[in-house]
């Protein structure tokens, strides 16, 4: 039984950082990319970042790029986004993901199983 506890979230101004963090349970958690995924009300779950499971790959959204930081801990069985230069639009539920593959992916159905997930709200 793989389950994802998904911690860190909270409100922030623009301008400010947070670093989310993803607690795994189950085997393999090595074998697995991981990635997070962000919801606002309404809309699509959409892609931020995906690591590869040794760490040493990375991909992200263009939302994302330069100021948001994916890593993992294999040891720890964790998985970090650390947010920085947080914007309003940034404001949603991130969820952690963990795919089927070991390839890096952006599509949600390559995932199958998925944290509860965790707000972050950036005010201007």
């Known amino acids: 039984q793989v389950q994802l506890v998904e911690s860190g979230g909270g409100l922030v101004q623009a301008g400010d950082s947070l670093r989310l963090s993803c607690a795994a349970s189950g085997r393999s958690f090595s074998n697995n990319a991981m990635a997070w995924f962000r919801q606002t009300p309404g809309n699509e779950r959409e892609f931020v970042a995906a690591?590869?499971?040794?760490?040493?790959?990375?991909n992200y959204a263009d939302s994302a790029k330069g100021r948001f930081t994916i890593s993992r801990d294999n040891a720890k069985n964790e998985v970090y986004l650390q947010m920085d230069s947080l914007k309003p639009e940034d404001t949603a539920v991130y969820y952690c993901a963990r795919s089927r593959y070991s390839r890096l992916s952006t599509r949600g159905a390559d995932y199958l199983y998925w944290g509860q997930g965790t707000q972050v709200t950036v005010s201007s």
């Open positions: 690591i590869s499971p040794s760490g040493l790959s990375t």
